[in-house]
């Protein structure tokens, strides 16, 4: 079957430095993407790891390794409106497959 | 429109009925998705069109759901006979796959959520 597991929950102060985790279990597999979810909202694209290695996007940064089956994003200066859902989701097969989301708490 | 619309927003029903969601996805964007979301759950996949192809319909959870997109562009999920654990929000996404050389985003394109139709069957 097709899996993604990542941490249900994270809680992290204000201005810190947070990595979640992303362990995947995929056939077809193409890439990595980060979606964040606020709320009442709709999932919002973050970012993407085709390839090996650190992608950075500003305060976000992703990380793919694909022997490890195993991908984190890491979130710099953390800032309260970070406080959101956020699912890794792999691409297989021209579909993406969504973990059951991480949970950030951003603490003053 | 600008981005992709969902209709209705909320919906409560009795179970037993069936129920029908709409999506109009962003204007040129070839492929749309349809996800389920339970409270404090993630996203699980249903089904997915990619231009005149034939759907992958692997997520579709039993013979009581089926989805069609018509003349490429809008799309329509219908539940027949609502059970109570039909009770989600049902997500559409809509995106433009990835063409560019060389490919810095996924093959998927990036994907643009509607906020999605809140489903109640009591």
């Known amino acids: 079957g097709q899996s993604l597991e990542q941490p249900s929950e994270v809680t992290a102060v204000e201005g810190a430095i947070v990595q979640i985790n992303c362990t995947y279990q995929?056939?077809?597999?193409?890439?990595l993407s980060w979606y964040q979810q606020h709320d009442g909202g709709a999932p919002t694209f973050l970012s993407y790891n085709a390839l090996d290695g650190l992608e950075e996007t500003g305060r976000f940064s992703s990380f793919l390794s694909r022997s490890d089956s195993y991908g984190y994003l890491l979130l710099q200066e953390l800032q309260m409106k970070d406080s959101a859902s956020y699912f890794c989701?792999?691409?297989?097969?021209?579909?993406?497959?969504f973990g059951s989301g991480t949970r950030l708490l951003v603490r003053p | 429109g600008a981005g992709v619309s969902q209709s209705p927003s909320n919906k409560v029903t009795e179970k037993g009925k069936d129920v029908e969601l709409r999506c109009d996805p962003i204007s040129g964007h070839t492929a749309l998705y349809w996800y389920r979301q339970s409270l404090g759950q993630g996203l699980e996949f249903l089904i997915y069109?990619?231009?005149?192809?034939?759907?992958?319909k692997s997520g579709l959870p039993s013979d009581r759901f089926s989805a069609e997109r018509t003349g490429g562009s809008v799309s329509t999920l219908t539940i027949q006979r609502t059970q109570q654990e039909d009770s989600a929000v049902y997500l559409c996404?809509?995106?433009?796959?990835?063409?560019?050389?060389?490919?810095?985003?996924?093959?998927?394109?990036?994907?643009?959520f509607g906020e999605g139709s809140r489903l109640t069957v009591l």
């Open positions: 989701a792999a691409e297989s097969s021209y579909k993406l497959i």
């Open positions: 996404a809509s995106s433009q796959m990835w063409t560019g050389s060389p490919r810095i985003g996924p093959n998927t394109g990036e994907l643009f």
């Open positions: 995929t056939s077809g597999f193409y890439g």
């Open positions: 069109f990619q231009g005149n192809s034939a759907p992958d």
